[in-house]
């Protein structure tokens, strides 16, 4: 089974700290994906990756960046963490090709708390 | 670019009775349709696909969903309800050689005894 694992479940962090968001994956996946959920909004892309070094914006790329160096990882930084950050974060991989790229598995999701 | 509309953000059923969220989609090409289920405090987990095969989708925990191309509609049904269905229901579309998805806002799924 595909395994999608984030580094923490839940995270409280103050007003203008850096954030880390890890995601790691071990099926050898070429795309990964970060979204965050907010109610009512459903799941809105910030970045994606598919590709080691390689990212492209989403929707909603504004105050967050992200770092992929290997193929298995991909991070999420929040670069001075404000309230409006409070969200949950979700991280999905998928393959690259075919009708099967488009099939997305989600990591467990991280609770942001920006204080 | 594509987009879903699901019907209503919340749902509320008996124990045993018919489960129906509803969701459309606009895209200009074919498309790829899913519906993901989210358990409280989880991720997303993949319930069924439409990829261009069957229009008649069956999935997991009895759900199944219809693609029906004249509505632009992709909705999921279950005969009977069950309390472990009361979950966050999300439909998604996507095309060939696009790989992000685009997601409704979701429905809250209630399952009364």
């Known amino acids: 089974d595909v395994k999608v694992t984030q580094s923490s479940r839940y995270l409280v962090k103050r007003t203008g700290e850096k954030v880390f968001l890890e995601c790691v994956q071990d099926m050898d996946h070429e795309n990964m994906f970060w979204y965050r959920q907010d109610p009512g909004l459903g799941l809105r892309l910030i970045y994606f990756?598919?590709?080691?070094?390689?990212?492209e914006k989403g929707d909603i790329p504004e105050g967050y960046s992200v770092s992929r160096e290997k193929k298995e990882r991909f991070s999420l930084i929040l670069e001075s963490a404000s309230t409006n950050q409070t969200s949950m974060y979700l991280c999905a991989s998928s393959f690259l090709g075919g009708a099967a790229a488009n099939e997305q598995f989600f990591g467990p999701g991280t609770r942001l708390t920006v204080l | 670019a594509q987009s879903v509309t699901q019907l209503g953000s919340h749902v509320s059923v008996s124990e045993g009775a018919l489960v129906l969220l509803r969701c459309n989609y606009s895209?200009?090409?074919?498309?790829?349709l899913f519906w993901y289920v989210q358990y409280p405090n989880q991720g997303l987990q993949l319930l069924l696909k439409?990829?261009?095969?069957?229009?008649l989708v069956k999935g997991i925990n009895g759900f199944e969903a219809e693609f029906k191309k004249s509505e632009t509609s992709f909705h999921l049904t279950k005969p009977s309800a069950h309390m472990s269905d009361a979950a966050e229901y999300f439909c998604?579309?996507?095309?060939?050689?696009?790989?992000?998805?685009?997601f409704g806002a979701g429905t809250t799924v209630t399952v009364r005894a």
């Open positions: 998604a579309v996507s095309v060939t050689n696009d790989y992000k998805l685009s």
């Open positions: 895209s200009s090409v074919p498309p790829y």
């Open positions: 439409y990829t261009s095969a069957a229009t």
């Open positions: 990756s598919y590709d080691v070094k390689m990212k």
